[in-house]
């Protein structure tokens, strides 16, 4: 394959797909696109379907219908071939706890077949570039939480993969860790490298991706990139208002304005401009008003709803 | 994905990771084989023998000590195979999620599965090594034939190891498999020519006997260590074959259905 084909295939390229357990439908009639280059989210709430639609991508979990095309191949056949070009970072710590640090990477590159030169030479880079090289000789259970994900993420690059799955990589982390993660993926991103992430925090999807989907009950609810997504769905500010007067909602209903009315609390979503602002700060403000920019949060909780999912 | 496709060299990886695990407390490992026929033989030997004398088997008069280190043998390989295959296996595929790292890289479930028995064979096969050198010493095996064992233990382990993985495949939860190990592995040890010879018993127990891989593994054991045996070591070959094929599938079967959802 020439670089030029190459770079017409779509990384992944997913059309109607379907998987059902039993009479429950988990991904209903899924289709998405991941370009080479790109940095795509997976968001969902709880049970969305997300999980199940990733390891559809590395053949973990075979389709009901439709077809999974990665790196322009086809899941069913071509599943060794795709593995071998794509890493992994699980939701669950996957890392082997028999194993010592440096253990867990080199064992890893044998899975994949490295020569042995070449498996010392990835480990001691991503160990260095991951910060664990004093920990090299560690048992897995002795690492930190922060630690642990990094290894994960080292071991989920030792094939020098052209794809990078990632299934919520910060969860359960303090901020300091998250950081260093985010920093990595970054970095990583910035040298090309393809990658696909599940998150639950809306801040880090917001920060990270190019292009993301909303994914609910199997479906997709929105595409785009998360400032558009934000821009159509949030507005340019947002105005939240605690115990909001029956004036105000009368306000709101009158300028057919874009709201969430939570009873003690009125969510005012901007999409007409600083004017709106001044409007409400002039004559609904005391000191109950809040003004902020619109988040993907916003957008998550207005497409999905606020109802507890389990 | 064709099944054929499924199987591939690779899948020495997942065995050679069990094998680095197992070197790094081998002393540990192999204390518990080098100890154990010296215990039995001890207590069988010292305590057991003046109760029951000479034993008969197969035509011929034997100590009880030289009539069960055979069987010690093949109920090591049956446990070594076994306890790897369920238990072990279990706690990677279930608490370490090893199997799940395993199956985001270019290994397929059948070979990380095969990996697996055939480790679960490794242990027996060294296990009855270390055995085989313990009983040498109390000069209870004929060399060099004794050393048929070893690739009887190979035989025998991947026998035990299939029916093991099977177990894990269907097991919800680590305690179950207690009642594999109480309905299949302790009757197996106790009724299997073991510790008493199968020809006195009523027909009904000779057939029952007849059945279990174990009295087969036993047979081949006794005709590799002293030479005799009162079955028939193709029969007994051809059925642990049997058993080591169809347990084998019934356990990627199970495992399949257990992982890929």
Redesign the interface.
């Known amino acids: 394959m020439t670089d030029h084909t190459r770079s017409m295939t779509p990384i992944i390229e997913a059309r109607n797909l379907h998987k059902r357990?039993g009479t429950f439908t988990a991904v209903d009639d899924l289709s998405f696109r991941v370009e080479k280059g790109e940095f795509f989210g997976v968001l969902g709430p709880n049970g969305a379907g997300k999980t199940t639609a990733i390891r559809m991508i590395?053949?973990?979990?075979?389709l009901t219908s439709g077809s999974m095309r990665v790196f322009g191949l086809n899941i069913?056949?071509g599943?060794?071939?795709i593995?071998?070009r794509l890493?992994?970072c699980?939701q669950?710590?996957?890392?082997?706890?028999?194993?010592t640090v440096e253990?867990n990477l080199l064992?890893?590159a044998?899975?994949?077949?490295l020569p042995k030169v070449i498996a010392g030479q990835r480990s001691r880079e991503l160990l260095e570039y991951f910060a664990l090289e004093h920990k090299k000789q560690a048992k897995v259970e002795h690492l930190s939480g922060g630690m642990a994900r990094r290894l994960m993420l080292a071991?989920a690059l030792i094939?020098d993969p052209e794809l990078v799955i990632l299934d919520e990589p910060t969860t359960g982390l303090d901020p300091q860790s998250r950081h260093q993660v985010w920093d990595k993926l970054k970095e990583l991103r910035s040298r090309g490298l393809t990658m696909l992430l599940t998150t639950h925090y809306m801040e880090e999807a917001a920060w990270l991706c190019d292009r993301l989907i909303i994914v609910d009950h199997g479906k997709i609810l929105v595409e785009g990139t998360p400032r558009a997504l934000i821009r159509e769905h949030a507005g340019d500010s947002v105005v939240e208002v605690e115990t909001p007067s029956e004036a105000l909602r009368e306000f709101t209903r009158s300028r057919n304005l874009q709201h969430d009315d939570l009873g003690n609390r009125l969510i005012i979503y901007n999409t007409l401009g600083p004017d709106l602002e001044h409007q409400l700060r002039g004559a609904f403000c005391d000191q109950t008003c809040t003004f902020r920019q619109g988040s993907l949060e916003d957008v998550f909780l207005r497409l999905t709803g606020r109802g507890l999912r389990e | 994905m064709s099944r054929a496709g499924r199987y591939s060299p690779r899948l020495l990886r997942v065995w050679r990771r069990n094998l680095v695990v197992y070197r790094r407390i081998w002393k540990v490992n192999f204390l518990v084989p080098l100890l154990e026929p010296l215990f039995y033989l001890l207590a069988f030997g010292i305590g057991f023998s003046r109760l029951v004398g000479d034993v008969m088997y197969a035509g011929q008069e034997l100590t009880y000590v030289a009539f069960i280190a055979p069987a010690l043998l093949a109920t090591a390989i049956m446990f070594n195979a076994f306890y790897e295959t369920t238990f072990a296996s279990f706690v990677r595929m279930y608490y370490q999620k090893t199997f799940d790292a395993m199956l985001s890289t270019p290994l397929s479930l059948e070979e990380v599965i095969t990996a697996e028995i055939l480790w679960g064979a490794t242990k027996s096969v060294l296990a009855a090594g270390l055995m085989l050198l313990v009983i040498a010493l109390f000069g209870l095996v004929r060399l060099p034939e004794g050393l048929w064992v070893l690739p009887l233990a190979f035989l025998g382990g991947m026998a035990f190891g299939a029916v093991g993985m099977y177990f894990t495949g269907i097991t919800p939860t680590i305690d179950m498999f207690n009642l594999p190990i109480f309905l299949f592995v302790t009757p197996l040890f106790l009724f299997s020519g073991t510790f008493f010879p199968v020809a006195g018993l009523p027909v009904w127990a000779q057939i029952v006997a007849w059945a279990s891989p174990l009295y087969h593994l036993v047979e081949l054991s006794r005709w590799a260590v002293m030479g005799r045996m009162e079955s028939s070591a193709l029969v007994s070959l051809g059925y642990l074959l049997l058993f080591s094929g169809v347990f084998f599938g019934l356990a990627v079967r199970a495992m399949r259905r257990r992982l890929i959802k």
């Open positions: 357990f590395y053949g973990f979990s075979p069913e056949q599943w060794r071939e593995r071998s890493g992994v699980q669950e710590n996957t890392l082997d706890p028999d194993l253990q064992l890893f044998g899975y994949f077949s071991r094939n």
